[in-house]
């Protein structure tokens, strides 16, 4: 069984790991255009790829607008979530949200991205999470891991 962690967002990612923990795959959220939203397809197809046949349950980071955030970035952000939430829904598996706050406290780490690349490096060695714009695929990897976790009723 595969689990599968979605970090929504133009800049976020998608990765999985199997029922071990171990690093099965990961990918970026590709965009049709500035303005068009995710390339749900080419996302989909990269996923299921990845998939290879496994069973999967899917979780979708949940999060809400910031104060001083404008009403445009916002409008994207959503049309990137719902795209996120398209993705999840394909998979016809289980699937549930979580909000940042709870996955970051459960894996004691806090909002900078540094940490999360830092974890997921440690926990996710083969995963390719070199460079510092890796955080989306970091996090997707830690929220499957979350999941995995909380799944198997393991303590971190």
């Known amino acids: 069984m595969l689990i599968c962690g979605i970090d929504p967002g133009f800049s976020g990612a998608w990765g999985m790991v199997d029922h071990t923990g171990q690093y099965w795959s990961c990918g970026?959220?590709?965009?049709?255009?500035?303005?068009?939203?995710?390339?749900?397809?080419?996302?989909?197809?990269?996923?299921?790829?990845?998939?290879?046949?496994?069973?999967?349950?899917?979780?979708?980071?949940?999060?809400?607008?910031?104060?001083?955030?404008?009403?445009?970035?916002?409008?994207?952000?959503?049309?990137?979530?719902g795209g996120a939430q398209a993705l999840m829904y394909r998979f016809k598996s289980r699937f549930e949200y979580v909000t940042p706050q709870v996955w970051k406290k459960t894996l004691k780490i806090d909002s900078d991205k540094k940490h999360s690349l830092a974890l997921a490096r440690e926990l996710f060695p083969l995963a390719p999470l070199a460079r510092v714009k890796d955080g989306g695929r970091a996090e997707a990897l830690l929220i499957a891991e979350y999941f995995r976790r909380r799944l198997f009723h393991e303590n971190t």
């Open 28 to 81: 970026d959220m590709h965009l049709l255009g500035i303005n068009l939203g995710l390339d749900t397809e080419k996302i989909w197809h990269e996923m299921n790829n990845a998939r290879d046949g496994q069973d999967i349950n899917v979780i979708l980071e949940r999060v809400a607008s910031r104060p001083g955030q404008g009403v445009v970035s916002m409008f994207k952000f959503g049309m990137a979530f």
